[in-house]
């Protein structure tokens, strides 16, 4: 079955930290382009990162540079988004999508 899978959200206080995972079955992430996108509560989904194929580029969000960062694990078929320095506004669903295949999102809450 293809599909992908996230985990790793949850709340944490300003200025922590997390590291979202996104598995695949399937189907390879060496092979496509892998994005994580987010979407906060009465707001559209937004592109955050996304990583190229056997992770020869990426790409972030604005406001995300330089507190985000996108990695692969080849042999997990498994992408990461570690993120630093989380702000309120870095709230919400996050969904990871790759090869025409969204997950299921996992929430992160970042609130005092």
């Known amino acids: 079955q293809v599909q992908v899978r996230e985990s790793g959200g949850g709340l944490v206080q300003p200025g922590g930290s997390l590291r979202l995972s996104c598995a695949a079955s399937?189907?390879?992430?060496?092979?496509?382009?892998v994005h994580w996108y987010r979407q906060a509560p009465g707001k559209e989904r937004q592109l955050v990162a996304e990583?190229?194929?056997?992770?020869?580029?990426?790409k972030f969000l604005d406001s995300v540079k330089g507190r985000f960062a996108i990695s692969r694990d080849e042999a997990k078929n498994t992408v990461y988004l570690q993120m630093h320095f989380l702000q309120p506004e870095d709230s919400g669903v996050y969904y990871c999508?790759?090869?025409?295949?969204w997950g299921q999102g996992t929430q992160v809450t970042v609130s005092p």
């Open positions: 999508y790759s090869a025409g295949q």
């Open positions: 399937g189907f390879s992430f060496n092979d496509n382009v």
């Open positions: 990583v190229t194929t056997f992770g020869t580029g990426t």
